[in-house]
């Protein structure tokens, strides 16, 4: 059995085959994670497009809709600690935390429990809107799923 040698470097012996040119290379000559050469490796990065930044258009409502409600939270968030700084410490706030399936409902404030009252028939509402929407979603791909 005779011993190759490196293709590209020629000093070491050959063990692995480059998935891209075919070409016996060593260990150090090959990438761990591509199975390219470097040679290969060099050519591949320069062909490689530039990242491209994903149009609006294409993401997806949902995903929109996750990013609304996120400024909608963080902007009042600031307005709260705007308030707080202007006005003093007398503020009003109420919400509840779902830890798994288990409420966690916090208010303070001279006006908390009307507080409370709110977020927590915001929660019921949005649970209940969450129900209805998967539920939709489930008509729609089950009658997608039967026309196949």
């Excluded at 006006?111 to 129900?131: K, N």
């Amino acid at each position: 059995m005779r011993v190759k040698a490196c293709e590209i470097c020629g000093q070491r012996t050959a063990r692995y085959v480059c998935q891209e040119c075919g070409r016996e290379v060593c260990e150090a000559c090959l990438g761990p994670h591509t199975w390219i050469c470097s040679d290969c490796y060099g050519r591949v990065k320069r062909e490689a497009p530039a990242f491209e930044a994903i149009p609006w258009s294409t993401w997806s409502t949902p995903f929109k809709l996750f990013l609304l409600g996120f400024l909608l939270i963080f902007v009042g968030m600031i307005f709260v600690i705007i308030a707080a700084v202007v006005f003093g410490t007398s503020t009003t706030f109420g919400a509840v935390i779902f830890v798994g399936p288990i409420p966690i409902v916090l208010g303070a404030g001279p006006h908390s429990l009307w507080a409370i009252v709110l977020a927590v028939a915001l929660t019921i509402f949005g649970v209940i809107l969450f129900l209805v929407l998967r539920r939709m979603r489930m008509k729609n791909y089950s009658a997608f799923s039967s026309l196949r």
